[in-house]
């Protein structure tokens, strides 16, 4: 509708003014609340060719439409707005057009759609994922969702962090303190059970280095000399060297997290098409470091440590090597870099990283470009904003993070309290309950880590998140199961939706909606370009909004004139498509009862 629309303002400008007119320099949007019309069109950019008045080039440009574009039933002119009234006609055939198309917003994969890689998760072997690693992951879910129903090939990637010191300190931990405990002998998740250790490995850490403080000793150089810090830096090094006994003990720790990993990811919803580990990208990366050092890109310093000089970049010098050899994250994210695109034919590689990583992202664009690959330059990192809770920071070391795991269980267990006391779940078995909060309380956790601008920091409130009032997942899922119950009322009453006429007489709450529907594609193609999976959030809410005040305020199975039944009946259909698609770009499931 939108093109025909501008197609004849092209013709209008061509006729008026005997000019042509790019279409990309034509602005249609929908029309402000306050003003009479659908939508507007912006004649500032027809100036140059009409030589006229904003008012006067927007009342010509209307009666023009008026008279030969049959989508235009009327018009005004504010300044240099054009309101356009669109004829009933439209919004029926508009409504027709989403009916008909089953894939209705998505723009279809091809082989030759550019492949986009986006990573995310990039956990570390030493505790469970937590409240932070949910924003992230459903982030990195969610933007590899939205790119792909805009046409994209996407691989879904996941970089763990498997090595290094921290691993290490777990390890020690559990060598001191864990009587050969393993997850089947405690009953305790194996990622868990590492991160118990990697807690256990810091108390014991702060107290030696209280002790070594009241001998004396500075508190750096308490830290630098505690017993227990140079066991873990002495079993890094052998980690290094290959050493059997280290190693073994590393692989089984690791695969105890990694089943732990699984699970939690299974309940999340995500994947992953290829998992790299850090353990075998960190040598590629030491590789292309020393590359650069015989280049003259970067160089040693007399410690024997290799750098970066960047301050003709604007920044400063970068550590890449260790004076012992020993990687770095910078080493390991060129080694992970060189990967990838010998694997893959990348087009974008979009990194799903905390905004406090903003200028590591920096650093490492200009070192793949200095080192000769083409994919510098152009990687994106999608920088996002830091969750707490409204007591606070979190803290791995000492066991004050929320876990993942912990917090799924509270959201599902508070969704069934609330939706029991509530009724939203009579009639139903117990499986339809137990599958029906699952649904919910993931639903409301998604919802509200993806409905805010990526941006931005957030606090995450669990007991707000679970509201069937408001901007939550519970009130666009409430909805939906409201819009199927009707729906198969319908069915069930022997009901029969008629072709919709293309003469009936809209009220304004109904053309609204159709024209919100029609908006969607447009939605995904914007959070596509913009990476933002809650500018979907906020358009299902404002749809839901809508069709609720639509609910309130019409009969559907009541309505006696048949052909206005069929016409909501099949509005509201295809409201519940819509809902059902934009959620499934977030994550998220919806009821089919509720």
């Known amino acids: 509708m939108e093109e025909q629309i501008l197609n004849s303002v092209i013709q209008a400008v061509k006729s008026l003014y005997g000019a042509d007119v790019d279409k990309s320099a034509l602005s249609l949007g929908k029309t402000k609340k306050e003003f009479t019309g659908d939508l507007t069109l912006v004649v500032f950019p027809l100036l140059k060719v009409s030589r006229q008045k904003p008012e006067d080039t927007?009342?010509?440009?209307?009666?023009?439409?008026?008279?030969?574009?049959?989508?235009?039933?009327?018009?005004?002119?504010?300044?240099?707005?054009?309101?356009?009234?669109?004829?009933?006609?439209?919004?029926?055939?508009?409504?027709?057009?989403?009916?008909?198309?089953?894939?209705?917003?998505?723009?279809?994969?091809?082989?030759s759609s550019p492949l986009y890689m986006v990573e995310y998760s990039s956990p570390n072997t030493n505790k469970p994922l937590h409240l932070g690693h949910l924003r992230n992951n459903l982030l990195g879910f969610s933007l590899s969702k939205i790119l792909e129903a805009n046409g994209y090939?996407?691989?879904?990637?996941?970089?763990?962090?498997?090595?290094?010191?921290?691993?290490?300190?777990?390890?020690?931990?559990?060598?001191?303190?864990?009587?050969?405990?393993?997850?089947?002998?405690?009953?305790?998740?194996?990622?868990?059970?590492?991160?118990?250790?990697?807690?256990?490995?810091?108390?014991?850490?702060?107290?030696?280095?209280?002790?070594?403080?009241?001998?004396?000793?500075?508190?750096?150089?308490?830290?630098?000399?505690?017993?227990?810090?140079?066991?873990?830096?002495?079993?890094?090094?052998?980690?290094?060297?290959?050493?059997?006994?280290?190693?073994?003990?590393?692989?089984?720790?690791?695969?105890?997290?990694?089943?732990?990993?699984?699970?939690?990811?299974?309940?999340?919803?995500?994947?992953?098409?290829?998992?790299?580990?850090?353990?075998?990208?960190?040598?590629?990366?030491?590789?292309?470091?020393?590359?650069?050092?015989?280049?003259g890109i970067f160089y040693r310093r007399p410690d024997g440590s290799v750098w970066a000089d960047l301050t003709k970049d604007g920044l400063d010098e970068k550590l890449l090597l260790r004076s012992d050899g020993t990687s770095v994250y910078m080493t390991q994210d060129i080694g992970t870099a060189t990967l990838r695109f010998s694997d893959y034919n990348i087009d974008k590689m979009i990194y799903v990283v905390g905004n406090e990583q903003n200028y590591h992202f920096q650093v490492l664009s200009l070192l793949l470009d200095k080192l000769?690959?083409?994919?510098?330059?152009?990687?994106?990192?999608?920088?996002?904003?830091?969750?707490?809770?409204?007591?606070?920071?979190?803290?791995?070391?000492?066991?004050?993070?929320?876990?993942?795991?912990?917090?799924?269980?509270?959201?599902?267990?508070?969704?069934?309290?609330?939706?029991?006391?509530?009724?939203?779940?009579?009639?139903?078995?117990?499986?339809?309950?137990?599958?029906?909060?699952?649904?919910?309380?993931?639903?409301?956790?998604?919802?509200?880590?993806?409905?805010?601008?990526?941006?931005?920091?957030?606090?995450?409130?669990?007991?707000?998140?679970?509201?069937?009032?408001?901007?939550t997942g519970p009130f666009i899922q409430y909805?939906?199961?409201?819009?199927?119950?009707?729906?198969?009322?319908?069915?069930?009453?022997?009901?029969?939706?008629?072709?919709?006429?293309?003469?009936?007489?809209?009220?304004?709450?109904?053309?609204?909606?159709?024209?919100?529907?029609?908006?969607?594609?447009?939605?995904?193609?914007?959070?596509g370009v913009e990476y933002s999976p809650s500018q979907i959030a906020n358009y299902i809410y404002d749809l839901v909004k809508q069709y609720n005040q639509f609910y309130h305020d019409f009969q559907i199975l009541k309505e006696e004139n048949e052909a206005l039944r069929s016409f909501r009946l099949v509005l509201s259909r295809n409201v519940a498509k819509v809902i059902s698609r934009g959620m499934s770009l977030l994550g998220i499931q919806v009821p089919e009862k509720m």
């Open 58 to 111: 927007a009342e010509a440009i209307g009666a023009y439409l008026k008279q030969n574009c049959p989508q235009v039933a009327d018009y005004n002119v504010i300044k240099g707005f054009l309101n356009l009234s669109l004829a009933q006609a439209c919004w029926v055939d508009t409504l027709n057009a989403i009916d008909a198309d089953s894939n209705f917003g998505f723009k279809p994969v091809t082989e």
């Open 153 to 295: 090939k996407v691989v879904k990637t996941n970089i763990v962090n498997d090595r290094g010191i921290h691993i290490c300190k777990s390890m020690i931990a559990w060598l001191k303190h864990g009587n050969g405990a393993t997850p089947e002998s405690t009953g305790i998740k194996g990622d868990h059970l590492v991160g118990d250790y990697y807690v256990a490995f810091d108390k014991d850490y702060k107290a030696q280095i209280k002790e070594l403080m009241e001998k004396g000793l500075s508190e750096d150089e308490a830290k630098a000399q505690a017993p227990i810090i140079k066991e873990a830096q002495e079993m890094l090094r052998k980690w290094e060297a290959g050493d059997a006994e280290v190693r073994a003990l590393w692989q089984k720790m690791n695969n105890w997290v990694y089943a732990g990993f699984d699970e939690t990811y299974k309940r999340m919803g995500v994947g992953f098409d290829k998992i790299y580990y850090e353990s075998d990208t960190y040598l590629v990366g030491k590789k292309k470091v020393e590359e650069g050092l015989e280049k």
């Open 372 to 471: 000769g690959f083409s994919f510098g330059k152009d990687l994106v990192h999608f920088s996002y904003g830091m969750v707490e809770l409204p007591e606070g920071k979190m803290k791995s070391r000492e066991g004050t993070v929320v876990d993942s795991d912990d917090l799924m269980d509270e959201m599902v267990t508070t969704a069934t309290q609330i939706s029991k006391e509530l009724g939203k779940l009579d009639g139903l078995t117990e499986k339809e309950i137990a599958d029906t909060c699952e649904i919910i309380g993931m639903g409301a956790l998604k919802y509200f880590l993806l409905k805010v601008d990526p941006r931005k920091n957030m606090v995450f409130n669990p007991k707000e998140s679970i509201d069937f009032n408001g901007n």
């Open 479 to 527: 909805t939906y199961a409201r819009i199927k119950s009707v729906l198969r009322k319908a069915e069930e009453s022997g009901v029969v939706i008629s072709d919709l006429q293309a003469d009936l007489q809209l009220s304004d709450k109904e053309a609204g909606l159709v024209q919100t529907l029609a908006a969607f594609p447009a939605v995904v193609a914007q959070a």
